[in-house]
């Protein structure tokens, strides 16, 4: 059996499909589930992550204390763990408090390109009695030599396993079996992945990281999160069992996908002909909703937006920007 731990981020990326109205109700229901599912964690928050919460991305119906106290009182045996981004997260206002609301793990996340950013607040909570990740989002959005220089970094800083995402659903199989297999073979530490299914290779690429020596997979409920979804938690386990990647059973990560199910039937994700052109422009999936609604809107073809913004080299947190590209399209 590989030796490899689920980290499930249904209750945070999958705020996202949710246009971040996860409820602290949901969330105890949900992490009672989890917590006897044999997942190593269960990441929680505003979709962009702690301290996130505003108009630009998204403002949250519930604060992060709320969603995390409802959390900790419910996980027994899996972790409780957050996503931050400096910028949106400070030391002082939310790092903090979500270490005295007992959160144990900590993923500080920065675009692929930028892990200078994340020094700070790796360095900070690596001095506290915490796990700390750091993450590089939209990674491919640089060659592989790029991505070992800002995974080292990461580690220089105090993090003790760096996280791939594949935040707009662009890799196939084989980008991620290059990519892990060189991380694995450059820093000697941890190294993770996180899926996106834009072009419905979310589970097989989380395996294919797997086989390379990845140690931490992320999925999520029903495939709960932004644009076309994570890769489904369920599947995950389900493929994973017969090629003797997973030994959890099935059952109790059938319930958790169920109690999404029938919570949100109108929220899940799919893959759509905007999502899989988001994949294919390499685009951060959680801008799906924007661009169709400026879209319709304006009369512009979507995938002429979306190519125009992956032209502009958009990142998560540009929102204002996909209204002032889709008007200079127009003005063409």
Known sequence: ????????????????????????????????????????????????????????????????????????????????????????????????????????????????????????????????????????????MTDISGLITQAKLMKKFGASAVILMDSAGYFTPIDVTQRISALKNEIDIEVGFHAHNNLGLGVGNALSAVQQGASLIDGASMGLGAGAGNAQLENIVAAGSRESIFDSEIYQFLQMSKLVEDSYPDNLPRTSSSSTQSGLAGVFSGYAPQVRAISEELGLDSGILWKEMASRKLVAGQESMIREIAQDLMNL
């Open 1 to 140: 059996m590989i030796d490899a731990r689920l980290y499930d981020v249904t209750l945070r990326d999958g705020n996202h499909a949710l246009r971040h109205t996860l409820s602290s109700e949901f969330v105890t229901e949900y992490c009672r589930k989890a917590d006897e599912s044999g997942v190593w964690a269960v990441e929680v928050g505003h979709g962009n992550g702690l301290g996130a919460s505003s108009y630009l991305v998204g403002k949250s119906i519930e604060s992060d204390t709320a969603l995390l106290q409802a959390a900790r009182e419910s996980l027994k045996h899996a972790k409780l763990a957050v996503h931050t981004i400096p910028g949106f997260a400070t030391i002082k206002r939310d790092l903090i408090p979500a270490l005295d609301l007992g959160v144990e793990i900590f993923r500080v996340a920065t675009h692929v390109t930028e892990a200078d950013v994340s020094q700070k607040h790796i360095e900070f909570l690596s001095n506290k009695e915490v796990v700390v990740h750091g993450v590089l989002m939209m990674s491919h």
